[in-house]
């Protein structure tokens, strides 16, 4: 089961997280960034399910609204500043931490724009691993106060995963480029379609880097 939990922030804003445990022994503790239209009924699986993998898993609002429909999708996404989505993912670190997980076995991954801030943060912060599936913003920035994804590849200082779709298969090539060149572990992946596969990759990555 998920439930959310709500704490305070230095701006004096409330930041809500979805929370799910696991039942057994803990693994590790990942922060999972939600996909562009908010807190949907997918993300709150996904917390599930990863939590019955033995992660502690905490998922912060990065909206005021739990979930955003038509064009207030773009006007939220557009509002977004790296250091408000920075702050929020560094207090979901520290409730993690406040839980006895150790930063060498936290994780990031995020999904849509969630895949975009993941790097960011993999960028920004020094973590355990990072997965980022389909993030835009690869070559023109998401917002103003978001980077765009090849201008910080070279700053990754955890191993990255990237899973991206075959659609915008130039843009993801320059991203893998990008990180080539970095020092940290890397990778990239395509597929044709979302998939198990993809799925179970993202899983490995964790469970490699992450102990």
């Known amino acids: 089961m998920t439930r959310i939990e709500t704490l ?19 693994r ?9 239209r908010g807190i ?25 609204a739990d979930l955003v429909r038509g064009d207030e999708v773009h006007d939220q996404v ?4 790296g250091d408000a989505v920075l702050e929020d993912t560094d207090v979901a670190f520290v409730w993690l931490g406040q ?3 150790s930063p060498d076995r936290m994780g990031v991954v995020g999904f849509d724009l969630g895949g975009t801030v993941a790097m960011v943060v993999a960028a920004s912060r020094t973590v355990g691993a990072a997965v980022t599936v389909q993030g835009p913003g690869i ?14 590849a070279g700053e990754l200082s955890c191993p990255w995963l990237g899973i991206y779709s075959d659609d915008d298969s130039e843009a993801v090539e320059k991203l893998r480029d990008a990180v080539i060149a970095g020092e940290s572990a890397s990778d990239v992946v395509r597929f044709d379609k979302t998939s198990d596969e993809a799925w179970q990759r993202a899983l490995n990555w964790f469970d490699a880097h992450l102990r």
């Open 8 to 26: 305070s922030l230095t701006d004096g804003r409330k930041l809500r997280m979805t929370v799910a445990e696991p039942e057994n022994a803990v």
């Open 28 to 36: 590790g503790g990942l922060v999972v960034l939600h996909e562009a």
């Open 40 to 64: 949907t009924t997918g993300v709150r699986s996904l917390v599930k399910s990863l939590a019955e993998e033995g992660w502690l898993v905490v998922a912060p609002h990065l909206y005021e």
């Open 78 to 81: 557009s509002r977004l500043s």
């Open 99 to 101: 839980q006895g997980v």
């Open 139 to 152: 070559l023109e920035p998401l917002s103003d106060g978001l980077p765009a994804l090849v201008d910080v």
